[in-house]
């Protein structure tokens, strides 16, 4: 599996649009790009997931460039709520992610303030 | 309709013991995985199955075992329990296995704590 690179962590403000980028060099052609978001003693949730260009839904877009090695997760007007962790996942789709299964890095924690 | 259910939410117990987490997945979804998440290790994959078959397995001892039913649940039993093992453990549930844009639904976990 594709090994992905994201900040540690990031601060932001209440309003403010949010930008998490996730390097992943080694993407391969079936991968697709896939960002979790988890609360302290929660399990992740699904944000959103996508292949080439860019994805849109009701809480986040992705955008991915041609080369595919790189994706940024875009938050639109952050709130306190939003402090979570994000995880950037590269994978082939399947439920276990083949024989590693999902892979979770480290994520980012992102800490919104007032 | 009705997410992922892990039970319990919270146990205790004591070293050299076993313990058996259960799962039920959402409704029709076939694949249950199991993850580990601790601190210093963060979250690490355990195992998947899919119509009661271990479909794989991530890197841990064999004291870490699992099976799931035909109604798709999910049990998880560790035996010989180590105080490494205290853990906060996470079951998802996909609908399919091999699918493109495959989602996974996690539940909220059953903390371990081994004392």
């Known amino acids: 599996l594709a090994k992905t690179t994201q900040p540690i962590s990031m601060d932001s403000y209440e309003g403010q649009e949010v930008n998490i980028t996730c390097s992943h060099n080694n993407i391969a052609t079936n991968d697709y790009i896939t960002w979790y978001q988890q609360f302290p003693s929660q399990g992740p949730r699904f944000i959103i997931q996508?292949?080439?260009t860019k994805v849109t839904n009701e809480v986040a877009s992705l955008f991915i460039p041609a080369d595919r090695k790189s994706s940024t997760l875009s938050l639109p007007r952050v709130s306190l709520s939003d402090t979570a962790v994000y995880y950037c996942?590269?994978?082939?789709?399947?439920?276990?992610?083949?024989?590693?299964?999902?892979?979770f890095g480290k994520g980012t924690h992102l800490i919104i303030q007032p | 309709k009705a997410g992922v259910t892990q039970t319990p939410r919270y146990l205790i117990k004591t070293r050299g013991q076993q313990v058996t987490l259960s799962c039920s997945p959402i409704s029709g979804h076939r694949s249950v995985s199991w993850y580990q998440q601790t601190p210093g290790q963060g979250l690490q994959f355990l195992f998947e199955?899919?119509?009661?078959?271990?479909?794989n397995k991530g890197n841990f001892p064999g004291r870490f075992s699992g099976r799931q039913f035909s109604n798709s649940r999910s049990e998880m039993n560790v035996s010989t329990l180590e105080l490494g093992d205290s853990a906060l453990y996470l079951c998802?549930?996909?609908?399919?296995?091999?699918?493109?844009?495959?989602?996974?639904?996690f539940g909220q976990g059953t903390r371990l704590t081994v004392v």
């Open positions: 996508g292949y080439k």
């Open positions: 996942l590269v994978g082939d789709g399947y439920s276990g992610g083949g024989a590693d299964g999902l892979t």
């Open positions: 998802a549930s996909s609908l399919a296995r091999g699918t493109g844009l495959t989602e996974a639904f």
């Open positions: 199955y899919f119509s009661e078959t271990q479909r």
